[in-house]
Structures are given as structure tokens and as C-alpha cells.
């Protein structure tokens, strides 16, 4: 039977993209061969990444000035590959410090220039997002070559609003990690220079990373660039530089042709009556309780947590017992999460927020 299933990444994927890739696991396009044993080079797989590419930009609705590629290294690779491409050494950039990623992030950025940390929760393990006045960002902005944002917090359950992101874009360069909320709501996509998202959050399965450059930030630094880590090798070449992982691409092809067919507007429509219906329950209960800001909490990765920690492994199994499974909080933050990523039905929200309930009623 078929789990409900609410790992934080690889996480669920839309039922009709994975039968569509069991299909081409069998036989891709007509082609006779599996997608996994296609050439990269076939004009079958060039189709999917150049359609792949351009449906990204079509969903963001961005124009020519941008370039989409599938990358690999996962999200991680971008946390050296943007300041490497972006950053000179005697330059500065500015970081958004609000959880281990976006930490991870500005580590990197280090070893080639420097760093600005812009604001930071870390003091209080990263349960809010550090709010700064515009005159702040301003004064900061005139420093940094690029300010760094992760726009979900996916280990701690809190995320950046919309409304975060236009006073800055109107005087920086905003390079933002969309890892676990890409495609996840209706969003300004033109406000930014470089988003990057791994895929096997909300827009695929592992092995891919989408990156969406502005082509006129490229090209301003004097260091030498490895080919496979330079954003305009892999534009040259239409993303196809060396092997593409082809099965991964393929995934996010569907994914996005699922997106598209769906929506962002009733996606975000749908992801809101998710989170709101999951806060509610955990706000009404006498035994849980959620770990974050209210104002900045995440509405794909529900972070809570009982008052007593005695029950914790209790309500793990509980919800085992009712066929939900990945709700384990993150080793440095305990507690439950519970991720609502696009493909989540409301229908799963609701056996969970009945767990809640019926283990309160246990008790
Ligand atoms: C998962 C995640 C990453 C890391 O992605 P990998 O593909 O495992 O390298 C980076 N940033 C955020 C926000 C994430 O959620």
C-alpha cells in the first residue's frame, strides 16, 4: 500500500510523473529504448532539455535575458559554482543567515571574496527570519556585489514573504535558493538575478539542480572558471556541456509539464488551505505545538513538536501504524516536520491532521 508521504527531500511526486516515468523506463518517445539507456545526445533528449528549459522560464515568466540549465552537484555545488562566477576577491557579497543551508551557503562564498552576513537567527537555532529596515538593506546594498537569500528554510519550517523580496530587487543583485519552495507559489521571478533549486524537493527527483541566470551578471570576474563550474560553458552548450543526468531531467520535465497543467495559482491556492489546515490543528491541540515565528512560517515544511518529549517516538508510531511516514523532525532541530510540497494532496494533510487529533484523544 501505497505510504503518505512526508520526507522533506527525495520527497513526493505527483502519481501521473511517476507512471509517465515508469512509461519511459520501458520505452522513451516511441524510441524503442529506455530512457535510461537513451543517448544524451539523441534528438529525442535534446527536445526534453530544450523544452525542459523553456517550460521553467514560461512558469517564471521570464524573458530572453534569462538562461535556464539542469545542472548537477545538487544544491550544494551552486553554494561555491554563484560566488565563484559572481564574486571577485576584493568584493563583497551579502548573506541572509537563517538556517544551515543558507549557512552552508556563505561558508562557501568565504574561500572567494567576502562576506557580509546581512542578519542571522542562529542564535535562536534559526526559528525566525531576521527582519531588517530598508534603510538597512540600502546601506548594505551599496557593499555587496549580491545579497544571498534561501527563500525556505526547509530544516526549520520558516520562509521569506513575497513581500521580503521587492524593496530589496530595486537596488541589489538577489541570487536566491528555492530549493524546497520552487514553483511553490506565485512569485515576481524577474526580481532576481540567479535562483537555483535542487530538484528533488518540488520539482523532481534527485540528481538535477534548475538554475535560472540573468545573463548580464556573468562574466565580471577575472579568476579562471573549471568548465563544468562555469554558469557560461554550460549556456553555450545548451546545457548539454557533458552527460546531463537524463533520467533526472526527464523527471523534472514531467514534474513541470504536471506544474503547468495544474497551475501555480491553484498550486499555491491549494498549498495555503495545506498549511493553514495542519497550523490550525497543531494551534488547537493541548499536546503539540508549532517551533517557529508564526509570521514566518513555511507553509511546504511544517516543523512542531509535543510540549512533553516523551511522546515523540509514541506519535512517530502512531503515525506509522496510519501509513504516514517522514515526519521526523531534522537531527539538530527534533520534533516533527512535515513537508507539503506541491504534490501532497490535501487529501494526506487531512489523515495527518486525524492523527493529531486522534492521538490527543488517546492520551
Ligand atoms: C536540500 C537543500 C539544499 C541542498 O541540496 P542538495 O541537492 O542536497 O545539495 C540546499 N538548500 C536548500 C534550501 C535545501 O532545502
Known amino acids: ?41 539523441s534528438k529525442e533528449f535534446v527536445k526534453v532539455m530544450h523544452d525542459a528549459r523553456a517550460l521553467v522560464k514560461e512558469l517564471m515568466n521570464l524573458n530572453d535575458n534569462y538562461e535556464v540549465l539542469f545542472l548537477q552537484g545538487g544544491g550544494s555545488t551552486q553554494f561555491c559554482m554563484v560566488p565563484m562566477n559572481l564574486l571577485n576577491e576584493n568584493e563583497t557579497a551579502g548573506y541572509l543567515d537563517t538556517g544551515q543551508w ?3 551557503a556563505m561558508e562557501e562564498a568565504k574561500l572567494f571574496g567576502k562576506v557580509e552576513v546581512l542578519g542571522s537567527s542562529r542564535e535562536s537555532n534559526y526559528s525566525f ?20 537569500l534561501t527563500s525556505n528554510n526547509t530544516i526549520y519550517g520558516t520562509q521569506l514573504n513575497p513581500s521580503y523580496y ?7 543583485s538577489l541570487v536566491v535558493d528555492m530549493s524546497s519552495d520552487i514553483f511553490s507559489r506565485q ?43 562555469d554558469y557560461q560553458v554550460h549556456i553555450n552548450k545548451e546545457s548539454i556541456h557533458n552527460t546531463p543526468s537524463v533520467f533526472a531531467v526527464y523527471v523534472s520535465y514531467l514534474t513541470l509539464l504536471w506544474i503547468k497543467k495544474e497551475g501555480i495559482a491553484n498550486i499555491e491556492a491549494r498549498n495555503i488551505r495545506k498549511a493553514k489546515k495542519l497550523y490550525d ?16 512560517r513555511s507553509l511546504m515544511n511544517v516543523c512542531f513538536k509535543t510540549k512533553d518529549v516523551s511522546l515523540e517516538k509514541k506519535f512517530i508510531e502512531f503515525c506509522k501504524q496510519k501509513n504516514i511516514v517522514g ?16 504534490a501532497m494532496p490535501e ?17
Open 327 to 342: 515526519i521526523k523532525g531534522y537531527r539538530t532541530v527534533g520534533g516533527f516536520r512535515a513537508s507539503l510540497y506541491n
Open 281 to 296: 490543528a497543531i494551534d488547537a491541540s493541548q499536546i503539540f505545538e508549532g517551533m517557529v515565528a508564526k509570521e514566518d
Open 187 to 229: 512569485l515576481d521571478y524577474s526580481q532576481f538575478d540567479l535562483i537555483y533549486a535542487s530538484a528533488q524537493k518540488n520539482a523532481g527527483a534527485a540528481g538535477t539542480t534548475i538554475v535560472v541566470v540573468k545573463k548580464n551578471i556573468l562574466g565580471t570576474v577575472n579568476r579562471k572558471i573549471p568548465k563544468m563550474l
Open 102 to 104: 543558507a549557512h552552508s
Open 1 to 41: 500500500m501505497k505510504k503518505i508521504n512526508f520526507y522533506s527531500g527525495p520527497a513526493i511526486l505527483p502519481e501521473e510523473v511517476l507512471q509517465q516515468a515508469k512509461e519511459a523506463i520501458d520505452d522513451f518517445a516511441g524510441t524503442g529504448l529506455s530512457i535510461l539507456e537513451i543517448s544524451h545526445r
Open 166 to 172: 521587492s524593496p530589496l530587487a530595486t537596488h541589489h
Open 129 to 148: 527570519i531576521p527582519k531588517l529596515t530598508n534603510g538597512e538593506w540600502q546601506e548594505a546594498s551599496c557593499k555587496c556585489k549580491y545579497i544571498h
Open 347 to 363: 487529501s494526506g494533510v487531512q489523515e495527518l491532521v486525524n492523527a493529531i487529533e486522534d492521538f490527543e484523544k488517546l492520551l
